[in-house]
């Protein structure tokens, strides 16, 4: 992905070159991705920059994750893939992820610079990761990495 294109201009360059290449599937996460941003700047009047695109973006892959979970436990193999590829088709304009050693380290310099002792903290550090790490690292894990060393 090219760095000076905004996110959303990327998105709407691959819509146009799915349409033309009849990549069903990529084409279909595309529309649904475009929409989700579109709802958002219809709803708040605003434009969305990168990084709300990239939380949407986010929770779009969390929500098709959790579909996932239930169409295999629905015993419907064939919905959880299609779910898959989903995922696989939004992945692709998320940035490079964070290893966990790279993570646990992020953590752990948040709390020395917050100075979080207890579970009170947790916002403090929570609030200083979220725009250092979003869509660079899954956040629930970030949370539950926080909550282990913080209790």
């Given at each position: 992905m090219v760095t000076d294109v905004s996110l959303k201009d990327q998105i709407l360059a691959d819509m146009?070159?799915?349409?033309?290449?009849?990549?069903?599937?990529?084409?279909?996460?595309?529309?649904?991705?475009?929409?989700?941003?579109?709802?958002?700047?219809?709803?708040?009047?605003?434009?969305?920059?990168?990084?709300?695109?990239?939380?949407?973006?986010?929770?779009?892959?969390?929500?098709?994750q959790d579909a996932i979970k239930q169409f295999v436990q629905g015993e419907?193999?064939?919905?959880?893939?299609?779910?898959?590829?989903?995922?696989?088709?939004?992945?692709?304009?998320?940035?490079?992820?964070?290893?966990?050693?790279?993570v646990a380290l992020a953590v752990d310099a948040a709390i020395a610079k917050t100075g979080a002792a207890a579970?009170?903290?947790?916002?403090?550090?929570?609030?200083?990761?979220?725009?250092e790490l979003q869509g660079r690292a899954d956040m629930g894990k970030v949370s539950g990495l926080i909550k282990a060393k913080l209790s």
């Amino acid at each position: 992905m090219v760095t000076d294109v905004s996110l959303k201009d990327q998105i709407l360059a691959d819509m146009k070159t799915a349409m033309r290449e009849k990549a069903t599937s990529r084409l279909e996460s595309i529309r649904m991705l475009r929409a989700a941003i579109q709802r958002k700047e219809v709803d708040d009047r605003i434009e969305l920059n990168d990084e709300q695109v990239l939380g949407i973006l986010q929770k779009q892959i969390k929500q098709s994750q959790d579909a996932i979970k239930q169409f295999v436990q629905g015993e419907r193999p064939d919905l959880a893939e299609k779910e898959q590829a989903h995922v696989d088709n939004l992945a692709s304009y998320l940035p490079a992820q964070l290893s966990d050693d790279e993570v646990a380290l992020a953590v752990d310099a948040a709390i020395a610079k917050t100075g979080a002792a207890a579970m009170q903290d947790m916002g403090k550090v929570m609030g200083l990761l979220k725009g250092e790490l979003q869509g660079r690292a899954d956040m629930g894990k970030v949370s539950g990495l926080i909550k282990a060393k913080l209790s």
